[in-house]
């Protein structure tokens, strides 16, 4: 089945800078690839996806790519800010059946 | 609109004990599905149900058992509580299943001594 690695598992930034989560996935037939935020002691939230067909998304300050020759995607977020502190899940799915998440990355923006 | 709603939040179980985790979503999706989390090792993925009538086994299915009652509402089931079951458990609901958004509830928080 499907196996989704996420790094790094913690990460501190300074407010302003940017913040870069990878997620490496291992079935070459997985066409989704969603990233979710959870605030301490909150449910979790889709922030941004893409799909297969799309090698970069952006939102405003959020931004995801794809390289699905490598089987990796990544989250990036510019211009930090504190409340972008949480825990960010990327995740993996081919078809509508299941979704697959990484381990989290804890990231924390100091002011 | 209420959105995905779990009930307990908060339980306390001795080893051994059954109980019932409820789920109902009134967003009229597909698919709902039963998450637990533990720090370190992300949401893995116990149960999902694709469609009303359907449920199939996901990640760590091993100790619980679900019910699709109706469109609505997915339970999850631990007959026999153990300790390594202690987690926060999220469900979650989907119009379009694995491609789309996944909607989650708050949360229960289950402990098992």
């Known amino acids: 089945g499907e196996n989704v690695e996420q790094h790094p598992s913690t990460l501190s930034v300074q407010e302003g800078d940017s913040a870069v989560i990878k997620c490496t996935y291992s079935?070459?037939?997985?066409?989704?690839f969603p990233w979710y935020k959870q605030e301490l002691g909150k449910r979790p939230q889709l922030i941004i996806d893409?799909?297969?067909?799309?090698g970069e998304k952006k939102d405003q300050r959020i931004a995801v790519t794809l390289n699905k020759t490598a089987k990796h995607f990544s989250l990036h977020i510019t211009e930090t800010q504190p409340e972008d502190s949480a825990v960010y899940f990327c995740?993996?799915?081919?078809?509508?059946?299941?979704?697959?998440f990484g381990t989290g990355t804890r990231l924390q923006v100091f002011p | 609109n209420a959105g995905v709603t779990q009930t307990p939040k908060f339980q306390v179980l001795k080893t051994g004990q059954s109980m019932t985790l409820q789920c109902a979503q009134d967003?009229?999706?597909?698919?709902m599905y039963w998450y637990r989390q533990d720090p370190g090792m992300g949401l893995r993925l116990i149960y999902y149900?694709?469609?009303?009538?359907?449920?199939d086994k996901g990640e760590v299915p091993n100790g619980y058992n679900v019910s699709r009652l109706n469109k609505r509402e997915f339970s999850l089931r631990l007959e026999s509580a153990a300790p390594s079951q202690t987690s926060v458990y999220f469900c979650?609901?989907?119009?379009?299943?694995?491609?789309?958004?996944?909607?989650f509830g708050e949360g229960s928080r289950l402990t098992v001594l």
């Open positions: 995740a993996a799915s081919k078809g509508t059946d299941k979704l697959i």
């Open positions: 967003m009229n999706h597909n698919s």
């Open positions: 979650a609901s989907s119009e379009i299943g694995a491609a789309g958004e996944l909607f």
């Open positions: 149900s694709a469609s009303e009538g359907t449920t």
């Open positions: 079935d070459s037939a997985s066409n989704y």
């Open positions: 893409i799909r297969s067909n799309v």
